[in-house]
């Protein structure tokens, strides 16, 4: 999911950009029929395990917001014991206010208040183990994170008997949803619907124990492998997009149909429906074949469907030549109508976050499209547990966003290119990283981060920054050959952070504890500067010096770097001086200072530290460099701004006179 | 309406001919708020000018290196907003101050000297203040209304099934308000300057008179300001649409163009002043009791303000 804070900007624009272009009519490459044709579905073999396999039949009333459906559940025991008890995630239940999810909302943002619109259940109504009965009376609400006994996002089921290893086990359960508007990515707002954590989903059996977390306001989600057959009936005016593939479409009698989809080798089942979407359709041709891209816009925002499709066919390229192939046969881009659904991934199927007006030169479309769609491999391939080590999916993901965005936009604009003022996505990474940089290792559990602020940037931003930095010690292509590697080896498995960490010590072939101790499992901060950088005369007592000469006068030059910060990196200092010549110089870093001294016939031009200006860990890139002589330019640019800023303001005020 | 022709080119040769009312208010406000952006400079001259850091400020515009600058702890630029705030604050009292100087110049339609100048500021100062305190208790209701369109705006504008819808109540509503505000403005312009010309001296009074001058001649008076507003606002845009347009590194000039966007602004403000001024005498007054625009030989005396004619006889408050 992208970071809420970006919604900000959103309202910001809003306002900014009251009399800005009004959305042109362009539509996307291929405007279609809202039926999609049935597309072959994946491989003749699995690429996961498929550890569970759904078959759900649910019907939607679009009026009272309601779902009803039955699930049959068929999960495989694999792992190598009998087990008797099964969790099960409820998440529609967090949108209830005593909940964990929204106790946790009211502690970290403040003034947010509960209304009853967001309200949202799922209840079950039967649970039956096919060969034990009915074991609905069994079905016992668990609070295994904060014992919480109001929440009710996770129940587990006790078996009278056990579930013999590699034996398979199937569970019936009818439920009843009520979604509620939407608050967090799922429900409804208008005729514009959202369906997602809305049917009861077994937990994993992950390191020898049941995973199954309440839902917390930061945390995502975690499932196993497998497929879905999802009948969904819905009025016929509704325009659907679902994980998966569509196989069938059947009309029915009441002005309701029923859409048949197949999910393969995918861990969740979402689904949308609004009556007016727009289609626009695309192909993208990678390693594995033709993968269609759909995507359903909102009939306003029509103008930035070409953006969308642009954005997926580069994303898809890169992704395809750097990491490893998109073996699925679609991906559905959803435009959902509310922005609390916006940018959010589902296996097979994304939202993105836009507004009608927004400029090009503002890289929002092609960030959240970007990342949503990145999540089909950190997340949707290789499936990390996003409640334990959201950094794994967050983090890479934001990292190798800001790569492919800076490949197609280039490094400074990859995140604006406006009026005149520029950013690279991978500054934005790193300024949100420094808010929050003390708190929280990127190793905590989600839900035990300080507070949401703090979650998503040290999640998001400090993860980028750390691969980022990673490059400077191991070399760019080296951890993209890392990513690939871990992508190739962990691709429909759970990967944990060691895994991850351990596989980019055999790519590069180094030893990086010292750096990961510091940077993933640890909050120490890291800054180094130069303290102290001049040259002063080697005849400084003389009583009648003779006058300076430039190439004849002997100085001493002294430049002192101090490490600031508690993370100990290794420091490549330049210095220049005004005779041309340039030294490089080398400190492991681990004192707390180093001076270097020369002695020449010439002056200090500058001293810095990182000149590549590759370790974006350190916290402040100003304190990196010194010129010896100064250059107010910025100084004056900065004030002469806000000057005219302060005559403005002034201006605005004095029209009240 | 014969006798509204030429109003505002009347209205623009007064301000032209005491421009330095123009050029003093201008003046002012680049002092003020140059104090007012002056912490900023010693924030930033140990951060930034002795860092190669920096040219990502000035041989392009690096918001991200902007924004990693100003949050950073040692620097915290935003936290000297304050000031800025401050010395916004001062300049709106000076010209406040500054009102009744100028609008008697724009009444008498010469030069006045240096005293006879302060002495309208002084003499009108509390009456405007009173004013003021009146068209605050009016602009209640309406800021009220502001943020009630604001609200019925941006909540719908958060769904993009009512994005549009919510953006175009934004405009609407907003573009409402923003006339309300001007018919306000343009109520107690008109007091000030029924103040001014009638010597008026109870402000309950002077606002009941102006509200019926006002709104009984809305359509002429409303065009008459509406116009050199709307010239405002397309300079405005003009200047900002140069300034992203210039090169980044050029900000010597960048910065010209925007202090000829201030300038336009205090210009079409005056402007409207001295056409107000204009219309009531053309309405109110005998066509001769305007004192012919003549300059007055120079007397040379130092101080920028003072001018030629002897001083007239100042009505007392």
Redesign the interface.
Known sequence: MMRSAQNVVVAVWCVVLAAGPCAAATSAASVQSPSPAPVATLSDKALSERVVAYQIDARFDAIKHTLDATEVLTYRNITGKPQDTFPFHLYLNAFQPTSTFMKEERRDRTGFEWKDKYKASAEVKSLEVVGMGDLTPQIKFIAPDDGNAEDRTVFQVKLPHPVAPNDSVQFKIAFHDQFGQVFARTGYDGDFMMGVQWFPKVGVWWQGAWNCHQFHANTEFFADFGTYDVKLTVPQKEVVGASGVQLDEVKNNDGTKTLSFRGEDIHDFAWTAEPGYRVAEGYFNGSMGNVKIRLLMQPGHMSQADRHMRIMKEAMKRFDQWYGPYPYKQITVVDPGNLRAGGMEYPMLITGDTTWWMPDGLRFVEQVVEHEFGHQYWYGMVATNEFEEAWLDEGINSYTECKILDDIFGKDKSGMNLWGMTESDDSQQRNGYLSAADYDPMTRFAYQYVNGGSYGEITYGKSTTVLFTLEKVIGEETLRRAIHTYFMKYRFTHPTKEDFLKTVEEVSGQNLRWYFDQAVYGTQVLDYRIYRANSDRLDWYAKDPPKEKKGETMYRTMVLVHRKGDFIFPVETVIKFDNGESVRENWDGKDRWVRYTYDKKAKLVSAQIDPESVVLLDKDLFNNSYLAEEDTRARWKIVNCWTWVTQMLSQWLSWLA | MSDQRGLLNEGFRRVWHYQRALWFIFFI??V???F??AP??HK??W?????????R??D??????????S??P?VN?FEVAGV??A???V??VI??FL?GGILEAYRSGRRLTTREFFEACGSYFWR?VRL?IL?GIVMIPVLMLVSLVWKQG?TP????????TG?WI??AG?GAMALLLMCI?LWFDMAQVRAVVEEETGMWRNAGGAFKITFGNFRPLFWMYLRISILGWLVFALGLWI????P??H?GW??LV??LV?LA??GT?LWQRASEMVWYQRRFLAPLAVAPVTPAPITPVPDPLLTIAPPPPLSQT
């Open positions: 406000n680049l003020l708020s140059h007012g952006a900023t400079i930033l001259d951060a930034a000018d002795h860092s190669m850091q920096s040219r400020l000035t392009m515009f690096d918001y991200g290196t902007f924004s990693a600058l949050s950073n040692e630029l800025s705030i010395f916004s604050i300049f709106f010209v406040l009102t405007w003021l068209m941006t504008m958060g769904s993009a099934l009512t994005e549009k953006f934004l405009v907003m403005r300034w992203t347009k210039m980044a590194k900000f960048t910065f925007l202090e201030v602004g205090f403000r």
